[in-house]
């Protein structure tokens, strides 16, 4: 049986795909059980549809969404509506009467239908996206693949854009048939004056090639994974990774939840032969520039970051932020042995108070060990931390996180992957003038030798 308290709004954002601005987040619906356990819909949806309570869950969802958006005015989410949602007919008006209840304008509101669901009654699919777009709501054709749809019911449907399905996108560099149809789909939609969305682009090769076609956003795990509050910050492309572009002081007031890396040069250029490490990256909820070799970049490709942000600096910005803030507690893994526990003492002197409650240094290749690891895995439970901070070397960080934060409890909110913030003395002076001009001769060769 499925309890309705157990329900709750995950997003994912869509990104401009020239200027990385967000365009929108789409809500992704979750269910938490008693357990704690967090549930996709394909678990779930069964029971709902079994007991006829899509429509209940249509509205639901629609509520909880309107209420974000009274919270945040610059918001716009996009809801997925239920396949039954073509026999509602009272759909609109409840929707109307909670946008009015809410005082929420209706342009920040935005509805995905899909192909499949719009195809089974037509003529009520077009009343119905009419309805909607009277209100001042815009409609997404959903996963379309022009399998249930002609061309010709697409265009009569007056939709504001469409996503294409993901089976048409994920290999835009083969010349195939999904290939050619996806560019099809996608000059329709400038002909018809609609945006063209990808979704599910969980790989930099697909990415690179939307600028080959006139995609106007997309969506996924290579710019950002879904995450329990919505995603207003801005993305950066830089070597085929999208960054956060974002100040060290607009990061420290939103990181409330996520995984942070630190992206350099080094790490980047390592990805495309690195298949574990690529996918550790598209976990990540924030991936910061801590180069200033990428800094400069950015700004001779158009698209300048905001600010190098340094994972020791931030590391050391985020405690001092927290200081009095009794909910979070850090445990630290890294370091020489020792060094993790001389570590937690010079943290909570500076803090005032047992921020740090663990530490562990482990052992040389204590990521081929599964007993260490799982050893390691009991102690951050055991702690009661909610912050992780690892500082063991790339790319033996990011894998490490990849692999075992599953196994995590539910307290760990944030975690940390920052080679120095286990040396909180040294790390300053070793980014001194030598730092700065390595970053400098480097940004040269970058610009001499672009492969």
Avoid at 4 to 23: A, C, I, K
Avoid at 27 to 44: A, E, I, M, N, Y
Avoid at 168 to 183: E, G, H, M, N, P
């Amino acid at each position: 049986m499925i309890n309705p308290r157990g329900f709750e709004l995950w997003y994912q954002p869509v990104y401009d795909v020239s200027s990385g601005h967000v365009v929108q987040n789409e809500v992704l619906l979750r269910w938490r059980d008693t357990q704690g356990s967090l549930h996709r819909p394909k678990t779930f949806m069964p029971v709902v549809s079994n007991a006829e309570a899509e429509p209940w869950l249509d509205r639901y969802v629609t509520s909880q969404a309107i209420a974000q958006l009274k919270a945040y005015p610059h918001l716009k989410l996009s809801i997925n509506l239920s396949k039954r949602i073509v026999e509602d007919r009272s759909i609109a008006e409840d929707i109307y009467n909670l946008l009015t209840q809410q005082n929420v304008q209706p342009h920040q509101l935005h509805f995905e239908i899909s192909e499949a669901s719009l195809a089974q009654n037509f003529q009520d699919s077009v009343a119905l996206v009419h309805d909607l777009k009277a209100l001042g709501c815009s409609v997404i054709l959903d996963n379309f693949a022009n399998q249930h749809l002609t061309f010709l019911q697409w265009e009569k449907l007056g939709v504001d854009a469409v996503k294409l399905d993901a089976s048409l996108i994920r290999d835009l560099k083969q010349d195939s048939l999904q290939t050619r149809l996806a560019r099809a789909i996608i000059d329709t939609s400038v002909s018809l004056e609609q945006s063209a969305i990808a979704k599910s682009v969980d790989a930099y090769a697909t990415s690179r090639h939307l600028h080959n076609f006139s995609v106007g956003s997309a969506q996924g795990y290579h710019f950002k994974p879904p995450s329990n509050r919505p995603w207003l910050t801005s993305k950066v492309e830089v070597l085929g990774v999208p960054i956060d572009n974002m100040t060290q002081a607009d990061l420290l007031n939103d990181l409330k939840s996520g995984v942070v890396f630190t992206a350099n040069l080094d790490r980047l250029t390592h990805l495309n032969q690195d298949q574990e490490l690529r996918a550790a990256y598209n976990i990540a909820d924030y991936k910061i520039c801590d180069s200033q070799i990428l800094y400069f970049a950015s700004r001779l490709l158009g698209s300048p970051i905001q600010e190098q942000i340094s994972g020791a600096d931030l590391f050391a910005a985020f405690y001092t932020h927290h200081q009095n803030n009794p909910d979070i507690t850090v445990f630290l893994l890294g370091g020489a042995p020792g060094v993790a526990a001389q570590t937690q003492q010079t943290i909570n002197t500076r803090v005032g108070r047992d921020m740090v409650v663990g530490a562990y240094s482990p052992s040389a290749s204590f990521d081929g060990n599964s007993q260490e690891c799982t050893d390691i895995i009991e102690h951050i439970n055991r702690s009661g931390a909610t912050v992780l901070a690892i500082g063991v070397g790339s790319p033996i960080q990011e894998r490490w996180i990849y692999r075992h934060r599953e196994r995590l409890a539910d307290s760990i909110k944030i975690i940390f992957a920052i080679d120095a913030i286990l040396d909180l003395d040294t790390s300053r002076q070793q980014r001194g003038p030598l730092a700065s001009l390595f970053g400098a001769k480097q940004l040269l060769r970058l610009i001499s030798q672009p492969k």
